[in-house]
């Protein structure tokens, strides 16, 4: 007979089994391990949830059909920033704020008086501080993450792997090697893809979302930076659109995947800001009501829609 082992499981969905050899094999393979195998068995379910609320089984079958692999990567990844968002929530309501310290400051030759305490946050004797900003940025992020995924091919091919498969010659001019570039961004590029994601397939309710409630400018103390401000309130609707979303992919997703640079939400009063001297997504409406994570979930979800049912992507 064989022995059953079963691996840990995501949630209570499923477990393969790994199975041992006996007999006849010298090596002791109890001294090997590999990744687990984890499967998901209600991608329908998932599907349904997290995406097509109003859809019927059978269109729902059928996506998943048709879309196996790339569903269940953007299931799993919004069921995983989900379950963050409500450790986020279970944290906060356990933040406590301690010992006020007040301080007579210089800055830029104003004088302030610095408010400053300590944040307290502790779950089953752990200490996790701050953890609550880091959860925020991490979903912004992989939100984002999710529209390279949508805008994409699933199957990623950097330059050299894509000259191999599209090209034959064995040595190239550095012209040719530009022209290939270009055409290899055009293809494959994701920077591109993702501002095509805003400018082309978002729906005109969510555009206009955005700008309603964000702009990008740099911070004096206590205040925008009035030249900032004043030059974002000449531009179009358009323009200020194509800023945000630029500064979404440049400043809040590269940074994140290059030098793990994290952006944190806009949810401090600006009165009670020092000077920030570049440019940042500033929120022009009370947190509650600008919700940057909840926008850009619906966002996805009109993506997947529009890729996967309408196939306009």
């Not at 302030?112 to 779950?123: A, G």
């Not at 000259?163 to 012209?175: A, D, H, T, V």
Request: charged content about 30%.
């Amino acid at each position: 007979m064989l022995l059953l082992d079963p691996p840990a499981l995501r949630l209570s969905k499923v477990g393969l089994f790994k199975v041992r050899g006996i007999g006849g094999n010298k090596n002791n393979m109890s001294e090997y391990y590999v990744p687990q195998t984890i499967e998901n068995p209600a991608l329908l379910k998932d599907i349904q949830q997290y995406f097509f609320k109003s859809f019927n089984t059978h269109e729902v079958e059928k996506v998943a059909r048709d879309f196996s692999r790339e569903m269940t990567v953007l299931c799993d990844r919004i069921e995983l920033i989900e379950k963050l968002l409500k450790i986020r929530d279970m944290l906060s309501k356990k933040r406590k704020y301690v010992n006020p310290t007040f301080s007579k400051i210089n800055i830029d030759g104003t004088d302030v008086i610095e408010i400053s305490r300590d944040e307290h946050i502790y779950l089953e004797g752990i200490e996790l501080n701050g953890f609550t900003y880091d959860l925020d940025a991490l979903c912004q992020y992989l939100l984002l993450t999710m529209i390279d995924t949508i805008m994409g091919k699933i199957d990623y091919i950097n330059f050299t792997e894509w000259i191999s498969l599209n090209q034959k010659q064995e040595k190239y001019s550095f012209e040719e090697l530009q022209s290939l570039q270009q055409k290899y961004d055009e293809e494959n590029g994701l920077r591109r893809n993702f501002i095509k994601a805003f400018t082309v397939h978002v729906s005109q309710k969510y555009r206009q979302e955005l700008v309603d409630s964000f702009m990008v400018s740099k911070v004096g103390l206590g205040r925008i930076d009035p030249n900032d401000q004043e030059a974002w309130l000449k531009l179009t609707t358009e323009n200020k659109f194509d800023r945000i979303t630029k500064y979404l992919y440049d400043e809040v997703r590269c940074k994140f995947t290059h030098s793990s640079g994290r952006s944190f939400l806009p949810t401090q009063s600006v009165l009670s800001s020092k000077p920030i001297k570049k440019k940042v997504l500033v929120c022009l409406k009370k947190p509650e009501n600008a919700n940057l994570i909840g926008i850009l979930r619906e966002i996805v979800k009109e993506l997947v829609y529009k890729k996967y049912i309408n196939r306009e992507i």
